[in-house]
């Protein structure tokens, strides 16, 4: 019996020698999907920082060039996590997607001139009324900067269903209106300073202005089921954005975040210098997914009635 018990312990401890403790425990590698704007500097920061690390998190960062792409990427399971602007993540929960959010991006502000409605040199465009009868191109037809300048043009008094709106990516911008193929874009910098810059184009109005501050402008979203399943690690990536988000509101640490920022969407050192960079906002709230539902049902862009907040991961 002595050898029996014996041999029953010693099996016992060899299993649970091989099995990981809970402290030890490895998180499922996350790819993570991001496009090529400033709104994603608290990832790039808490990746270069070490915050996704530090709590046991192997983070890959892979570019999406079109950020209406990235919630059917998740559904594919080719992302376990991405950042869709907020019209774009509600449009693919208006369509059916059960997706939920872990975290936040960048934030709405007041103080970001960073983009706006850019026109031709000799359109004549100065005000939103102008903007009517005109062809105006936005990088994304749904997608937060063209959802965003026809709720001003409605708060401006204008009919935005009278402005012919076409889709075109940042880098056509400057061709277009140099061409005449467009009498104006909805455009962000780097883009938008190229284009005043070599005088295709001058800023008609930096309409960003008018937004309430504190809005999402990209959230961290995930298939509900994956989060069901792997609750410790969304929680884990919230976390790390949080640290990141410190470290970025300390003016001493301004060259780090833009050095950041530079490795993951390319930008040469000229224009990584002034680019502007939203606030950030690691936890997303339900009044600022309301916000948005309410901008999108009042330009009749949802079908369904959205509880808001069944969508956000705790």
């Known amino acids: 019996m002595k050898r029996r018990t014996l041999l029953s312990a010693l099996a016992a401890a060899s299993a649970s020698a091989a099995l990981p403790s809970r402290a030890q425990q ?29 709590r046991g998190l192997d983070v890959e960062l892979k570019f999406i060039p079109l950020n209406s792409t990235i919630p059917a990427a998740l559904q594919s399971d080719s992302l376990q996590i991405g950042g869709p602007t907020p019209s774009v993540f509600l449009q693919a929960v208006d369509g059916g997607l ?10 709405t502000s007041k103080t970001i001139t960073g983009f706006g409605l850019v026109a031709s040199a000799g359109s004549g465009i100065k ?10 191109g936005v990088p994304g037809l749904g997608a937060f900067l063209h959802v965003t300048f026809r709720a001003w043009l409605k708060d401006s008094g204008v009919d935005y269903r009278k402005v012919n709106f076409v889709e075109a990516s940042f880098p056509q911008h400057a061709d277009l209106l140099r061409g005449g193929s467009v009498d104006a874009v909805v455009s962000a910098d780097p883009f938008m300073s190229r284009i005043t810059e070599s005088g295709a184009g001058y800023v008609a109005s930096y309409y960003s202005t008018f937004l309430p501050e504190n809005n999402q402008t990209i959230v961290h979203a995930a298939k509900r089921e994956w989060v069901a399943k792997n609750p410790a690690t969304a929680r884990a990536f ?24 530079g490795k993951y969407i390319k930008l040469p050192p000229e224009v ?23 901008l999108m049902k009042e330009q009749d862009m949802l079908k369904t009635n959205i509880d808001v907040a069944k969508l956000i991961a705790k």
């Not at 976390?239 to 050095?259: H, I, P, T, Y």
């Not at 990584?272 to 309410?294: F, H, I, N, R």
Request: positive net charge.
């Open 272 to 294: 990584l210098a002034k680019v502007q960079v939203s606030p950030p906002g690691p936890v997303v709230t339900d009044k600022q997914l309301g916000y948005w539902t309410g």
């Open 238 to 261: 919230r976390e790390a954005l949080v640290e990141s988000g410190g470290f970025m509101q300390q003016a001493k640490n301004d060259a780090k975040v833009r050095a950041a920022i």
């Open 26 to 54: 490895s998180h499922p590698k996350i790819v993570f999907g991001y496009t090529a704007v400033t709104d994603f500097a608290s990832v790039f920061v808490a990746a270069e920082e070490g915050y996704f690390k530090k």
């Open 98 to 107: 059960d997706l939920v959010l872990v975290a936040g991006g960048g934030l």
């Open 127 to 136: 005000s939103p009324q102008d903007c009517v009868g005109k062809k105006i």
